[in-house]
Nanobody
């Protein structure tokens, strides 16, 4: 059974850092594009970042460029999202998602077929 599990969410002060992890099981990570998304209360889910299968291509939302870094270790079945200089606008539930390689790298939720349950990030000012 294909499964994604996020972890690393916490409450941090503005300006702080967190590293989120997405551990996958039930499928070979090297065949799947991975995206990170977030959803704040009352807002739509938005794409944060995504990475292709061999890490040669990444994309970031404008709001996180220069602050967040996505990476993956296929041999360990894990994808990371390093988040620096966090501000209250980054507070949300963060989700990782997977789609089989073959589609253009996308930041749109509809392009992803498998989702984790999310991990909560809170940022205090």
């Amino acid at each position: 059974q294909l499964k994604l599990v996020e972890s690393g969410g916490d409450t941090v002060q503005s300006g702080g850092s967190l590293r989120l992890s997405c551990v996958v099981s039930g499928f070979p990570l090297h065949d799947y594009v991975i995206g990170w998304f977030r959803q704040a209360p009352g807002k739509e889910r938005e794409g944060v970042s995504c990475i292709n299968t061999d890490s040669s291509s990444t994309r970031y939302a404008d709001s996180v460029k220069g602050r967040f870094t996505i990476s993956r270790v296929n041999t360990q079945n894990v994808v990371y999202l390093q988040m620096n200089s966090l501000n209250p606008e980054d507070a949300a539930v963060y989700y990782c998602a997977a789609t089989f390689d073959g589609r253009p790298l996308s930041m749109e939720a509809w392009a992803y077929d498998y989702w984790g349950q999310g991990t909560h990030v809170a940022v205090s000012s």
